[in-house]
């Protein structure tokens, strides 16, 4: 009885697009404020007119009294904010599941994180105080292990969700997912992983990496299911990461042995290689690629780092990046890599060691900031620029401008690996997850930002009422509370079911206590009788 009433599965009953999540009680000024930070930055507003296809936010609520002075968010995001982990219910234990992925949906309402059960979680991202779950379901049969999730580009929740048996399922409205309802799902490749998944700028068209070394196009036009399915034979190994170039989808970016550039237009049947490739010094693979918005610079994430690469030219690296955490000229194994979404020349890497470095290309050695300065020993500095010719390298070394040492760690407060991660649209907040089985949030430390000014700064009760909205995490644990109490009550109608009522210890302690103590019952009875016998007396008189 138990577990058919409360085994892991969604409430048909409950909507998932967002109004129970809100209904007054999400913090939706933080994305506000940053939006109209966006709007009157300079580069914002600069790059807004030189990019149509740059998409932002119009309608917009007024800012309200207690809201900080306008100013320019930074992108370094750094500041702890909270962290969950991903539980799953099986009968009477709760079990902590592998994450796999963390996208924010296209307006930046939720955060889903996919995991080794079938399991989609998704976290508010306005307070990161609950989360709702549930389970993608294929008829009656639970899903395998997600794999990777891509959002259709026109700004809607229709979704497209690769698992480890090879199959690419897709959603019309992700956070309007019926259970009852069949999804609908393509096989490409039967019982192979899918190690990646992503959608051209346009939204026609999926590309998808094995780990047989395959590589494969699914045609999604106007938002119907996948089809149109063509494989290519792309490396003799995993296929680790594919994706398209920034601007349609012509150019198809693929990481595994190397660094493969694809294009479809040379021939479409034979799908050649037109273009140079790059090889790691290393043995191991590539693990991420991250693109450009202006689709020229191509971000790598593999056992030699991050470097960064112009794809006209991919047999030289134009940036490599120096991690601040680790000591000098040494490279930590890259896991992961994004470019963030309002700093068109900032990006973000997370490694196997735990750690996130968010780099700048703006801050090279070509620079001569004051770190490099003092990078090294001055007077070997001055002697090596005035007593010889100072060697000239085409490649750039990228200065972390920020850094988190051991985002993701175990107990024993040893680095853990980062597996995915993703940034707000608005630029205000950063969710990753690592091999810790933790999703983490962060954001900017600085002034104004409404995590810390409402409820950390001290000025403000979070506890009054018109803050009630901020206060969701209680309302989570009372649920959780009345939830546990009706397991309780069930699990003892269970045991007591089918039983003699008058075997149960209970009830002979009961009927015990009722034996010994019947004189004097009988004794407090005739008192009762004697005192009204008496006052009835008293008024006849």
């Known amino acids: 009885?138990?577990?058919?009433?409360?085994?892991?599965?969604?409430?048909?009953?409950?909507?998932?697009?967002?109004?129970?999540?809100?209904?007054?009680?999400?913090?939706?000024?933080?994305?506000?404020?940053?939006?109209?930070?966006?709007?009157?930055?300079?580069?914002?507003?600069?790059?807004?007119?030189?990019?149509?296809?740059?998409?932002?936010?119009?309608?917009?609520?007024?800012?309200?009294?207690?809201?900080?002075?306008?100013?320019?968010?930074?992108?370094?995001?750094?500041?702890?904010?909270?962290?969950?982990?991903?539980?799953?219910?099986?009968?009477?234990?709760?079990?902590?599941?592998?994450?796999?992925?963390?996208?924010?949906?296209?307006?930046?309402?939720?955060?889903?994180?996919?995991?080794?059960?079938?399991?989609?979680?998704?976290?508010?991202?306005?307070?990161?105080?609950?989360?709702?779950?549930?389970?993608?379901?294929?008829?009656?049969?639970?899903?395998?292990?997600?794999?990777?999730?891509?959002?259709?580009?026109?700004?809607?929740?229709?979704?497209?969700?690769?698992?480890?048996?090879?199959?690419?399922?897709?959603?019309?409205?992700?956070?309007?997912?019926?259970?009852?309802?069949?999804?609908?799902?393509?096989?490409i490749f039967q019982d192979q992983k899918l190690n990646s998944i992503a959608i051209s700028s346009c939204g026609s068209q999926l590309v998808t990496g094995c780990e047989n070394g395959q590589l494969a196009t699914v045609e999604t036009h106007r938002r119907q299911a996948p089809n149109g399915v063509q494989k290519y034979k792309v490396f003799d190994k995993s296929c680790n990461d594919a994706i398209f170039q920034s601007h349609g989808k012509q150019l198809i970016i693929a990481a595994g042995e190397k660094i493969k550039l694809i294009d479809q237009r040379v021939n479409r049947d034979q799908m050649i290689v037109s273009g140079t490739y790059y090889k790691q010094f290393s043995e191991e693979p590539v693990n991420k690629?991250?693109?450009?918005?202006?689709?020229?610079?191509?971000?790598?994430?593999?056992?030699?780092?991050?470097?960064?690469?112009?794809?006209?030219?991919?047999?030289?690296?134009?940036?490599?990046?120096?991690?601040?955490?680790?000591?000098?000229?040494?490279?930590?194994?890259?896991?992961?890599?994004?470019?963030?979404?309002?700093y068109p020349d900032v990006f973000v890497v997370g490694d196997e060691a735990g750690d996130i470095n968010f780099y700048d290309l703006n801050y090279t050695n070509a620079s001569y900031g004051f770190e490099k300065l003092f990078e090294n020993n001055f007077t070997e500095n001055f002697k090596a620029e005035f007593t010889q010719q100072p060697e000239i390298s085409q490649t750039h070394n990228l200065y972390s401008i920020g850094y988190v040492h051991s985002a993701h760690r175990s107990q024993k407060g040893t680095g853990t690996a980062?597996?995915?991660?993703?940034?707000?649209?608005?630029?205000?907040?950063?969710?990753?997850?690592?091999?810790?089985?933790?999703?983490?949030?962060?954001?900017?430390?600085?002034?104004?930002?409404?995590?810390?000014?409402?409820?950390?700064?001290?000025?403000?009760?979070?506890?009054?009422?018109?803050?009630?909205?901020n206060q969701s995490h209680k309302e989570l644990q009372s649920e959780q509370d009345e939830l546990e109490k009706k397991i309780k009550d069930i699990e003892k109608m269970e045991?007591?079911?089918?039983?003699?009522?008058?075997?149960?210890?209970e009830v002979q302690l009961q009927m015990k206590q009722y034996v010994s103590t019947a004189d004097e019952r009988q004794r407090e009875a005739e008192e009762a009788d004697y005192i009204r016998e008496r006052e009835g007396a008293g008024r006849r008189i």
């Not at 048909?12 to 007054?24: L, T, V």
């Not at 929740?157 to 259970?179: C, E, M, T």
């Not at 630029?427 to 810790?436: E, F």
């Not at 079911?497 to 210890?505: A, K, L, P, S, T």
Request: with cysteine; hydrophobic share 30%.
């Open 1 to 187: 009885m138990w577990n058919k009433q409360f085994q892991n599965r969604a409430d048909p009953n409950r909507r998932r697009d967002g109004s129970q999540a809100s209904k007054a009680k999400s913090n939706k000024t933080i994305d506000y404020e940053c939006v109209y930070q966006n709007q009157f930055d300079p580069i914002f507003r600069m790059r807004c007119a030189l990019d149509p296809s740059f998409s932002i936010q119009t309608s917009i609520p007024p800012l309200e009294q207690y809201e900080r002075s306008i100013h320019q968010i930074p992108p370094v995001l750094t500041k702890y904010v909270n962290r969950r982990k991903c539980e799953q219910k099986q009968q009477r234990e709760r079990l902590y599941v592998d994450v796999t992925f963390a996208k924010y949906n296209p307006d930046g309402r939720f955060l889903l994180v996919g995991s080794n059960a079938g399991i989609v979680y998704i976290y508010n991202s306005y307070d990161f105080s609950f989360h709702y779950q549930y389970m993608l379901q294929t008829r009656k049969f639970p899903v395998p292990s997600l794999t990777g999730l891509a959002f259709h580009p026109n700004n809607s929740n229709a979704a497209f969700v690769s698992n480890d048996k090879g199959q690419i399922h897709y959603y019309d409205n992700l956070l309007h997912y019926d259970i009852s309802m069949h999804d609908q799902a393509t096989t």
């Open 495 to 505: 045991r007591n079911q089918n039983e003699d009522i008058f075997g149960r210890e």
């Open 289 to 342: 690629l991250a693109m450009h918005v202006q689709g020229n610079l191509l971000a790598a994430a593999g056992s030699d780092g991050c470097r960064i690469f112009d794809i006209r030219n991919m047999s030289e690296e134009s940036y490599r990046c120096l991690y601040s955490v680790k000591p000098k000229h040494e490279t930590s194994v890259g896991s992961c890599v994004m470019w963030h979404p309002v």
């Open 418 to 469: 980062l597996i995915d991660m993703d940034i707000h649209p608005s630029g205000n907040s950063l969710g990753t997850t690592g091999k810790d089985k933790d999703v983490r949030f962060w954001t900017y430390p600085g002034s104004g930002n409404l995590q810390n000014d409402l409820f950390h700064g001290g000025n403000i009760d979070p506890a009054a009422q018109e803050f009630q909205f």
